[in-house]
């Protein structure tokens, strides 16, 4: 039995995933689980919990809004920190920056704790947020839903350590582009702004998250251990 901690999650999707298993699993996050489990812990990653004796960190949704290339035209101008050309509305460069900064010291303190075996997902980063990064830190694996059973796109990176990547299980397949069955494939995409589009699009696709407690915590491990 393996004691893993899943950071950064309040769905218990990826919890239950690993705890079906048989392995002592808690989450934790500064907001409480959506299902009231008792094995989720309400705190900051940083605190001292990644010191407590795991042996696995599958840390699923850490800040990566700044660190990713996509928010890279918000974060600097041409070159590296410069004023940015335009800015989110209501939003100052400041607060951009702080937010960068909170993604750099959660992602690194995960990279770097002392655990065996950390998946970490995050999108591609831009060049800024490369530049903050552990020298040791691989680039990331890319997969899709659609590989593990899920007729989705999102285009998901797992930064690991310790660990296999991730083989497809069930790769279904694409709808022709533009077809009434491609456009719910790209409902995290267009899901349209409001107060829950950031925890509904960082949602983990229990897909997904079976394939990687099997590979990761089961028998498949097993046979990449030895």
Request: charge should be neutral.
């Given at each position: 039995?393996?004691?893993?901690?899943?950071?950064?999650?309040?769905?218990?999707?990826?919890?239950?995933?690993?705890?079906?298993?048989?392995?002592?699993?808690?989450?934790?996050?500064?907001?409480?689980?959506?299902?009231?489990?008792?094995?989720?812990?309400?705190?900051?990653?940083?605190?001292?919990?990644?010191?407590?004796?795991?042996?696995?960190?599958?840390?699923?949704?850490?800040?990566?809004?700044?660190?990713?290339?996509?928010?890279?035209?918000?974060?600097?101008?041409?070159?590296?920190?410069?004023?940015?050309?335009?800015?989110?509305?209501?939003?100052?460069?400041?607060?951009?920056?702080?937010?960068?900064?909170?993604?750099?010291?959660?992602?690194?303190?995960?990279?770097?704790?002392?655990?065996?075996?950390?998946?970490?997902?995050?999108?591609?980063?831009n060049?800024?947020?490369?530049?903050?990064?552990?020298?040791?830190?691989?680039?990331?694996?890319?997969?899709?839903?659609?590989?593990?059973?899920?007729?989705?796109?999102?285009?998901?990176?797992?930064?690991?350590?310790?660990?296999?990547?991730?083989?497809?299980?069930?790769r279904?397949t694409?709808?022709?582009?533009?077809?009434?069955?491609?456009?719910?494939?790209?409902?995290?995409?267009?899901?349209?702004?409001?107060?829950e589009?950031?925890?509904?699009?960082s949602?983990?696709?229990?897909?997904?998250m079976?394939?990687?407690?099997?590979?990761?915590?089961?028998?498949?491990?097993?046979?990449?251990?030895?």
């Amino acid at each position: 039995m393996m004691r893993i901690l899943v950071g950064c999650e309040t769905s218990g999707i990826a919890r239950k995933a690993f705890a079906a298993l048989g392995h002592d699993v808690w989450s934790c996050d500064v907001e409480p689980a959506e299902d009231r489990s008792n094995r989720h812990i309400v705190c900051d990653i940083r605190g001292g919990i990644l010191e407590e004796g795991w042996d696995l960190l599958a840390v699923m949704h850490p800040p990566c809004t700044r660190l990713c290339r996509s928010g890279r035209r918000w974060m600097s101008g041409a070159g590296k920190w410069t004023p940015p050309k335009k800015l989110p509305k209501g939003r100052s460069w400041t607060d951009l920056k702080e937010e960068f900064e909170l993604g750099v010291s959660v992602f690194t303190a995960c990279w770097d704790a002392p655990i065996e075996r950390v998946a970490i997902e995050n999108p591609e980063m831009n060049d800024l947020a490369r530049d903050r990064m552990p020298e040791d830190l691989p680039a990331p694996q890319m997969v899709q839903p659609f590989w593990f059973g899920e007729p989705q796109y999102k285009s998901t990176g797992w930064y690991l350590r310790g660990l296999p990547p991730l083989r497809e299980t069930e790769r279904l397949t694409e709808p022709e582009r533009e077809s009434l069955e491609w456009r719910p494939w790209n409902k995290v995409h267009r899901m349209p702004p409001g107060p829950e589009r950031a925890r509904l699009r960082s949602r983990s696709f229990p897909g997904m998250m079976q394939a990687a407690a099997q590979q990761w915590a089961g028998s498949v491990m097993l046979e990449y251990a030895a």
